[in-house]
């Protein structure tokens, strides 16, 4: 599996090495050895989750504050546009974000580490994504920064209207987000 760091160095786009022939393909979607010789450091995850949406759909910009979430996100199904923001003031890329396309095809995985926001929206008539997480969903401390914050000026692809839920419409932008340290 190839791993190539991102313009933010911590995030890192995963290439899995894919076999087909005529019955179909076959490749490795995680190995753990592999993953944390990447990211550099021990990392365990708690929980995976599978989500379906429909084109249009932007979900995010998601983190929690507290007991933050890396993410090791995936497409089965369909295409996404998928983004993180660094949300951590001493970085030296703070409110930078990256974004890259994940796909059934491409079968590129995104590795997003705790004090990201991320996001993402649905290119294709409908996807499927799945993550792993490092730390368990704790609603009381999920935030989210607004998907349009012309401070971040993520370039989303060409679109006329993204559906929200009413969490991702109530999005708070960088200035008045919570952050980590």
Same mark, same amino acid.
């Given at each position: 599996?190839?791993?190539?760091?991102?313009?933010?160095?911590?995030?890192?786009? %995963?290439?899995? *090495? #894919? +076999?087909? &022939? =005529?019955? $179909?393909?076959?490749?490795?979607? %995680?190995?753990? *050895? #592999? +993953?944390? &010789? =990447?990211? $550099?450091?021990?990392?365990?995850?708690?929980?995976?989750?599978?989500?379906?949406?429909?084109? $249009?759909?932007?979900?995010?910009?998601?983190?929690?504050?507290?007991?933050?979430?890396?993410?090791?996100?995936?497409?089965?199904?369909?295409?996404?546009?998928?983004?993180?923001?660094?949300?951590?003031?001493?970085?030296?890329?703070?409110?930078?974000?990256?974004?890259?396309?994940?796909?059934?095809?491409?079968?590129?995985?995104?590795?997003?580490?705790?004090?990201?926001?991320?996001?993402?929206?649905?290119?294709?008539?409908?996807?499927?994504?799945?993550?792993?997480?490092?730390?368990?969903?704790?609603?009381?401390?999920?935030?989210?920064?607004?998907?349009?914050?012309?401070?971040?000026?993520?370039?989303?692809?060409?679109?006329?209207?993204?559906?929200?839920?009413?969490?991702?419409?109530?999005?708070?932008?960088?200035?008045?987000?919570?952050?980590?340290?």
């Amino acid at each position: 599996m190839k791993s190539t760091p991102l313009s933010i160095p911590d995030v890192i786009l %995963f290439e899995p *090495r #894919v +076999f087909g &022939d =005529a019955r $179909g393909f076959f490749f490795e979607s %995680f190995n753990h *050895r #592999v +993953f944390e &010789d =990447a990211v $550099g450091r021990p990392v365990s995850f708690v929980q995976d989750n599978h989500s379906l949406s429909s084109e $249009g759909v932007l979900r995010g910009l998601h983190y929690q504050i507290q007991k933050p979430q890396g993410k090791l996100v995936r497409v089965v199904e369909g295409e996404v546009f998928d983004v993180a923001v660094d949300l951590r003031r001493s970085s030296p890329t703070f409110g930078h974000w990256v974004g890259v396309h994940l796909s059934a095809s491409n079968k590129h995985q995104l590795w997003i580490p705790e004090g990201f926001a991320h996001g993402f929206v649905v290119l294709s008539e409908t996807a499927e994504f799945l993550y792993k997480t490092t730390d368990y969903y704790a609603p009381a401390h999920e935030r989210c920064l607004a998907w349009n914050d012309p401070e971040i000026a993520i370039q989303w692809p060409t679109m006329i209207s993204p559906l929200l839920s009413e969490k991702d419409k109530a999005g708070k932008f960088l200035a008045e987000a919570d952050l980590f340290d």
